[in-house]
Protein backbone atom coordinates (compact mmCIF):
# COMPACT_ATOMS: atom_id res chain seq x y z
CA UNK A 1 0.00 0.00 0.00
CA UNK A 2 2.43 2.85 0.49
CA UNK A 3 4.24 1.68 -2.52
CA UNK A 4 0.97 2.63 -4.27
CA UNK A 5 0.69 5.88 -2.10
CA UNK A 6 3.59 6.41 -3.26
CA UNK A 7 3.37 6.45 -6.76
CA UNK A 8 -0.16 8.34 -6.82
CA UNK A 9 1.67 10.96 -5.09
CA UNK A 10 3.70 10.92 -7.84
CA UNK A 11 1.32 10.89 -10.48
CA UNK A 12 -0.19 13.62 -8.82
CA UNK A 13 2.47 15.83 -8.28
CA UNK A 14 3.83 15.68 -11.79
CA UNK A 15 -0.40 16.26 -12.52
CA UNK A 16 -0.15 19.63 -10.61
CA UNK A 17 3.31 20.75 -12.13
CA UNK A 18 1.75 19.85 -15.43
CA UNK A 19 -1.14 21.90 -14.46
CA UNK A 20 0.54 25.13 -13.52
CA UNK A 21 2.71 24.73 -16.74
CA UNK A 22 -0.27 25.24 -18.62
CA UNK A 23 -1.89 28.09 -17.10
CA UNK A 24 1.75 29.62 -17.04
CA UNK A 25 1.06 29.27 -20.67
CA UNK A 26 -2.16 29.71 -20.99
CA UNK A 27 -2.07 33.44 -19.13
CA UNK A 28 1.12 34.37 -21.76
CA UNK A 29 -1.12 33.80 -24.55
CA UNK A 30 -3.72 35.71 -23.19
CA UNK A 31 -1.61 38.45 -22.32
CA UNK A 32 0.36 38.34 -25.84
CA UNK A 33 -2.78 38.13 -27.85
CA UNK A 34 -3.57 41.34 -29.62
CA UNK A 35 -5.55 44.14 -27.96
CA UNK A 36 -8.93 44.70 -29.98
CA UNK A 37 -8.84 47.43 -32.37
CA UNK A 38 -9.96 50.19 -31.22
CA UNK A 39 -12.59 51.69 -34.00
CA UNK A 40 -12.47 54.86 -35.37
CA UNK A 41 -15.67 57.09 -35.20
CA UNK A 42 -17.43 56.86 -38.92
CA UNK A 43 -16.92 60.24 -41.02
CA UNK A 44 -19.17 62.63 -40.99
CA UNK A 45 -21.50 62.44 -43.72
CA UNK A 46 -24.66 64.21 -43.30
CA UNK A 47 -25.50 67.53 -41.13
CA UNK A 48 -28.10 69.09 -40.28
CA UNK A 49 -27.97 73.42 -40.50
CA UNK A 50 -29.98 76.42 -40.68
CA UNK A 51 -29.78 78.23 -43.98
CA UNK A 52 -29.02 82.00 -43.02
CA UNK A 53 -27.49 83.76 -46.20
CA UNK A 54 -27.73 83.09 -49.59
CA UNK A 55 -24.52 84.09 -51.49
CA UNK A 56 -25.67 83.24 -55.29
CA UNK A 57 -26.94 80.36 -57.25
CA UNK A 58 -24.62 77.02 -55.81
CA UNK A 59 -23.41 78.78 -52.83
CA UNK A 60 -25.01 79.22 -49.03
CA UNK A 61 -23.97 80.29 -45.68
CA UNK A 62 -25.67 77.96 -42.82
CA UNK A 63 -25.67 77.60 -39.23
CA UNK A 64 -24.61 74.48 -37.70
CA UNK A 65 -25.91 73.01 -34.75
CA UNK A 66 -23.12 73.90 -32.41
CA UNK A 67 -23.37 77.55 -33.75
CA UNK A 68 -20.39 77.60 -36.25
CA UNK A 69 -21.37 79.48 -39.30
CA UNK A 70 -20.02 77.57 -42.71
CA UNK A 71 -19.81 78.78 -46.36
CA UNK A 72 -21.55 75.43 -48.57
CA UNK A 73 -20.76 75.20 -52.11
CA UNK A 74 -23.11 72.69 -54.34
CA UNK A 75 -21.71 69.64 -55.37
CA UNK A 76 -22.41 69.12 -58.93
CA UNK A 77 -23.52 72.62 -60.33
CA UNK A 78 -22.56 75.46 -61.71
CA UNK A 79 -24.25 78.67 -61.26
CA UNK A 80 -23.84 81.18 -63.82
CA UNK A 81 -21.79 84.36 -61.95
CA UNK A 82 -23.61 87.50 -61.07
CA UNK A 83 -21.79 90.34 -62.97
CA UNK A 84 -21.92 92.34 -59.65
CA UNK A 85 -19.81 95.30 -61.20
CA UNK A 86 -21.86 95.25 -64.68
CA UNK A 87 -24.40 97.67 -63.35
CA UNK A 88 -28.55 96.92 -61.50
CA UNK A 89 -29.91 95.99 -65.24
CA UNK A 90 -26.95 93.40 -66.02
CA UNK A 91 -27.18 91.94 -62.70
CA UNK A 92 -30.96 91.59 -62.08
CA UNK A 93 -31.48 90.51 -65.79
CA UNK A 94 -28.86 87.85 -66.36
CA UNK A 95 -29.14 83.89 -65.66
CA UNK A 96 -26.60 84.14 -62.76
CA UNK A 97 -29.41 86.40 -60.62
CA UNK A 98 -32.16 83.76 -62.24
CA UNK A 99 -30.16 81.30 -60.48
CA UNK A 100 -29.63 82.82 -56.92
CA UNK A 101 -33.45 83.93 -56.67
CA UNK A 102 -34.47 80.40 -57.18
CA UNK A 103 -31.61 78.84 -54.75
CA UNK A 104 -33.53 81.71 -52.60
CA UNK A 105 -36.63 80.38 -52.84
CA UNK A 106 -35.54 76.39 -52.27
CA UNK A 107 -33.68 77.23 -49.24
CA UNK A 108 -33.34 80.91 -47.68
CA UNK A 109 -34.39 80.54 -43.93
CA UNK A 110 -34.87 76.38 -44.25
CA UNK A 111 -33.42 73.77 -42.14
CA UNK A 112 -31.29 71.75 -44.73
CA UNK A 113 -29.53 68.41 -45.04
CA UNK A 114 -26.08 68.94 -46.05
CA UNK A 115 -24.88 65.13 -47.36
CA UNK A 116 -21.00 64.83 -48.07
CA UNK A 117 -18.68 63.45 -50.60
CA UNK A 118 -15.41 61.85 -50.54
CA UNK A 119 -13.63 65.23 -50.54
CA UNK A 120 -15.50 67.44 -47.68
CA UNK A 121 -13.90 70.35 -48.48
CA UNK A 122 -12.45 72.80 -51.19
CA UNK A 123 -9.26 75.15 -51.76
CA UNK A 124 -11.47 77.89 -49.92
CA UNK A 125 -12.57 75.99 -46.79
CA UNK A 126 -15.96 75.76 -48.06
CA UNK A 127 -17.90 73.21 -47.17
CA UNK A 128 -18.66 70.86 -50.19
CA UNK A 129 -22.29 69.09 -49.85
CA UNK A 130 -25.58 67.93 -51.26
CA UNK A 131 -28.25 70.12 -49.84
CA UNK A 132 -31.54 68.76 -49.35
CA UNK A 133 -34.49 70.52 -48.71
CA UNK A 134 -36.72 67.48 -47.62
CA UNK A 135 -36.22 64.74 -50.54
CA UNK A 136 -35.39 67.70 -52.95
CA UNK A 137 -32.17 67.78 -53.84
CA UNK A 138 -31.45 71.28 -54.22
CA UNK A 139 -28.45 71.09 -56.65
CA UNK A 140 -30.27 68.57 -59.16
CA UNK A 141 -33.21 70.73 -59.00
CA UNK A 142 -31.50 73.73 -60.49
CA UNK A 143 -29.56 71.77 -63.04
CA UNK A 144 -32.62 70.11 -63.85
CA UNK A 145 -35.05 73.67 -64.03
CA UNK A 146 -32.07 74.87 -66.28
CA UNK A 147 -30.35 77.93 -63.82
CA UNK A 148 -27.15 75.72 -63.27
CA UNK A 149 -25.32 73.43 -65.50
CA UNK A 150 -23.32 70.11 -64.07
CA UNK A 151 -19.99 70.31 -62.81
CA UNK A 152 -18.52 67.50 -62.28
CA UNK A 153 -14.89 67.33 -60.02
CA UNK A 154 -13.48 64.29 -58.49
CA UNK A 155 -13.46 63.03 -56.03
CA UNK A 156 -17.15 64.16 -55.10
CA UNK A 157 -18.45 62.44 -58.48
CA UNK A 158 -20.48 59.80 -57.03
CA UNK A 159 -23.79 61.20 -58.25
CA UNK A 160 -22.40 62.28 -62.01
CA UNK A 161 -25.58 60.05 -63.80
CA UNK A 162 -27.80 62.43 -61.69
CA UNK A 163 -26.50 65.58 -62.96
CA UNK A 164 -25.98 64.47 -66.58
CA UNK A 165 -29.44 63.21 -66.72
CA UNK A 166 -30.71 66.57 -65.19
CA UNK A 167 -29.31 68.82 -67.64
CA UNK A 168 -29.58 66.91 -70.39
CA UNK A 169 -33.62 66.81 -69.79
CA UNK A 170 -33.03 70.51 -69.76
CA UNK A 171 -31.65 71.15 -72.38
CA UNK A 172 -34.05 68.95 -74.29
CA UNK A 173 -36.92 70.96 -72.66
CA UNK A 174 -35.14 74.12 -73.21
CA UNK A 175 -35.95 75.23 -70.19
CA UNK A 176 -34.17 78.44 -68.37
CA UNK A 177 -31.08 79.43 -69.50
CA UNK A 178 -31.39 76.91 -72.53
CA UNK A 179 -34.55 78.42 -73.31
CA UNK A 180 -33.27 82.22 -72.95
CA UNK A 181 -29.81 80.80 -75.45
CA UNK A 182 -32.55 79.43 -78.23
CA UNK A 183 -33.67 82.98 -78.17
CA UNK A 184 -30.39 85.08 -78.58
CA UNK A 185 -28.91 83.18 -81.72
CA UNK A 186 -25.50 85.20 -82.45
CA UNK A 187 -22.75 85.14 -85.10
CA UNK A 188 -19.08 83.75 -83.09
CA UNK A 189 -18.24 87.37 -83.96
CA UNK A 190 -20.18 88.87 -82.06
CA UNK A 191 -19.93 86.52 -78.49
CA UNK A 192 -17.91 89.32 -77.34
CA UNK A 193 -20.96 91.17 -76.88
CA UNK A 194 -22.83 89.12 -74.67
CA UNK A 195 -20.88 88.25 -71.80
CA UNK A 196 -22.75 86.62 -68.79
CA UNK A 197 -25.57 86.22 -71.04
CA UNK A 198 -27.32 82.61 -72.45
CA UNK A 199 -26.63 82.32 -76.55
CA UNK A 200 -26.34 80.34 -79.50
CA UNK A 201 -23.33 80.93 -81.04
CA UNK A 202 -22.68 80.03 -84.68
CA UNK A 203 -20.20 79.48 -87.47
CA UNK A 204 -17.44 77.71 -89.11
CA UNK A 205 -15.62 75.22 -86.12
CA UNK A 206 -11.77 76.55 -88.04
CA UNK A 207 -9.82 74.40 -85.73
CA UNK A 208 -10.27 71.71 -83.31
CA UNK A 209 -7.24 71.21 -80.72
CA UNK A 210 -7.28 68.54 -77.97
CA UNK A 211 -4.78 69.73 -75.14
CA UNK A 212 -2.44 66.41 -74.02
CA UNK A 213 -2.25 67.66 -70.73
CA UNK A 214 -5.10 68.78 -69.85
CA UNK A 215 -7.10 66.74 -72.16
CA UNK A 216 -9.81 69.85 -72.93
CA UNK A 217 -11.27 69.80 -76.44
CA UNK A 218 -10.89 73.20 -77.69
CA UNK A 219 -13.13 74.47 -80.74
CA UNK A 220 -11.81 77.27 -82.68
CA UNK A 221 -14.05 79.36 -84.81
CA UNK A 222 -11.28 82.14 -85.64
CA UNK A 223 -8.03 82.50 -86.46
CA UNK A 224 -6.91 84.18 -83.38
CA UNK A 225 -6.95 80.91 -80.64
CA UNK A 226 -6.17 83.11 -77.89
CA UNK A 227 -8.82 86.18 -78.96
CA UNK A 228 -11.24 84.72 -81.00
CA UNK A 229 -14.50 82.84 -79.62
CA UNK A 230 -13.98 79.09 -78.61
CA UNK A 231 -16.09 75.97 -77.42
CA UNK A 232 -14.25 73.87 -74.63
CA UNK A 233 -15.06 70.54 -73.43
CA UNK A 234 -13.23 69.56 -70.12
CA UNK A 235 -13.21 66.21 -68.21
CA UNK A 236 -14.91 63.99 -67.71
CA UNK A 237 -17.00 65.55 -69.82
CA UNK A 238 -15.02 64.65 -72.85
CA UNK A 239 -15.47 60.90 -72.70
CA UNK A 240 -19.74 61.92 -73.75
CA UNK A 241 -17.90 62.72 -77.25
CA UNK A 242 -16.68 61.89 -80.20
CA UNK A 243 -13.49 59.82 -79.67
CA UNK A 244 -12.47 61.88 -82.53
CA UNK A 245 -13.03 65.20 -82.42
CA UNK A 246 -11.14 66.80 -84.99
CA UNK A 247 -12.85 64.59 -87.42
CA UNK A 248 -16.24 64.94 -86.20
CA UNK A 249 -16.65 68.79 -85.69
CA UNK A 250 -13.74 71.00 -88.00
CA UNK A 251 -15.15 72.47 -90.87
CA UNK A 252 -18.24 72.10 -90.24
CA UNK A 253 -20.99 74.51 -89.35
CA UNK A 254 -22.26 74.34 -86.00
CA UNK A 255 -24.49 75.95 -83.07
CA UNK A 256 -23.25 76.09 -79.95
CA UNK A 257 -25.70 76.57 -76.81
CA UNK A 258 -24.89 77.99 -73.44
CA UNK A 259 -23.49 80.76 -71.09
CA UNK A 260 -21.14 82.99 -72.98
CA UNK A 261 -17.98 83.53 -70.54
CA UNK A 262 -14.59 85.46 -70.90
CA UNK A 263 -11.19 84.35 -69.83
CA UNK A 264 -8.56 86.76 -70.09
CA UNK A 265 -10.43 88.38 -72.73
CA UNK A 266 -11.53 85.33 -74.78
CA UNK A 267 -15.21 84.97 -75.30
CA UNK A 268 -16.04 81.24 -74.26
CA UNK A 269 -18.93 78.30 -73.88
CA UNK A 270 -18.23 75.73 -71.71
CA UNK A 271 -19.61 73.00 -72.66
CA UNK A 272 -20.74 69.87 -71.02
CA UNK A 273 -23.39 67.66 -73.29
CA UNK A 274 -23.36 66.62 -77.13
CA UNK A 275 -26.50 68.05 -77.12
CA UNK A 276 -25.51 71.10 -76.90
CA UNK A 277 -23.14 71.86 -80.43
CA UNK A 278 -25.89 71.67 -83.39
CA UNK A 279 -24.09 70.66 -86.50
CA UNK A 280 -25.71 72.21 -88.98
CA UNK A 281 -23.77 70.61 -92.56
Same mark, same amino acid.
Given at each position: ?10 ? +? #? &? /????? =?? $?? !? ?6 ? @? ?72 ? +? #? &? /????? =?? $?? !? ?6 ? @? ?73 ? #?? /? ?78
Amino acid at each position: MSITRHRWGRY +L #V &A /GLVAA =LA $LA !AITGLLVR @RSPRPAVLEPPAVTAIEAQVVRIIDGDTIVVRTGDGREETVRYIGVDAPEIPWDAGDERIYSGPGWAARTANQQ +L #V &A /GRTVR =LE $LD !AQHRDAYG @RLLAYVYVGDVMVNARLVEDGLAVALIVPPNDGRKQLFLDAQRAAVLAQRGLWSQAAARAVDWRQAGEHVGMPAT #VQ /GVVRRVNVDQGSGIIFLHFGSNTRRDFVALVRPPFTALFPSRPRDYYQGRRVRVQGVVEDFQGQPQIVVQLPAQIEVMD
